[in-house]
């Protein structure tokens, strides 16, 4: 390997780690809520969560939570359809932090999607209250069965690594 190789090997590898820091701390600091649980029992919640999912969310992810077909295989333009939010889709794989910055800021390539990663996911952080996301993620997990909730509560309280 040339001088000139390794030093451009170098720079490369130096840039990756800064840039992998860079997006960690952006994503920490996205949201003041990490840690934080949003507990499906809290029916007040639970009832704002379905009126504002109806008016922001049924319309890609479907009225039921069931998301739109086919939603694994890519449309035409390249992206995937809008998943379902119920027990069948992967919703619940995540923690409630990283929800919450999905719905505020969209889905970021190299944040919360892979580097790359188109999407027709907008963000609702001017759109929607803190209130109103942490209503509709209350509403969408109060239709999940115990084991579903049990291992997204594990992973949302999981401290960090």
């Known amino acids: 390997m040339t001088t000139t ?29 990490a840690g934080a649980y949003i507990d499906p029992a809290d029916q007040t919640l639970v ?3 379905k009126k504002v999912y109806a008016n ?11 998301g739109q077909p086919d939603w694994r295989i890519r449309l035409s333009n390249g992206r995937l359809p809008a998943p379902p939010h119920d ?50 993620l209350a509403y969408i997990k109060s239709s999940w069965p115990e084991q579903a909730l049990a291992a997204q509560k594990k992973i949302t309280l999981q401290p960090p690594q």
């Open 5 to 33: 190789v390794k030093k451009k090997a170098a720079i490369a590898g130096i840039v990756g780690v800064l840039a992998f820091g860079v997006a960690a701390y952006l994503y920490a600091s996205a949201t003041d809520t």
């Open 47 to 49: 009832a704002v969560g």
């Open 56 to 66: 922001n969310c049924a319309a890609c992810h479907g009225a039921k939570l069931e």
């Open 87 to 136: 027990e069948t889709g992967h919703t619940w794989h995540h923690p409630d932090a990283v929800l919450i910055d999905i719905i505020k800021n969209g889905l970021v390539p190299g944040i919360t999607a892979p580097p790359g990663y188109v999407t027709d996911m907008p963000a609702y952080g001017k759109l929607l209250s803190d209130h109103d996301i942490v209503a509709v």
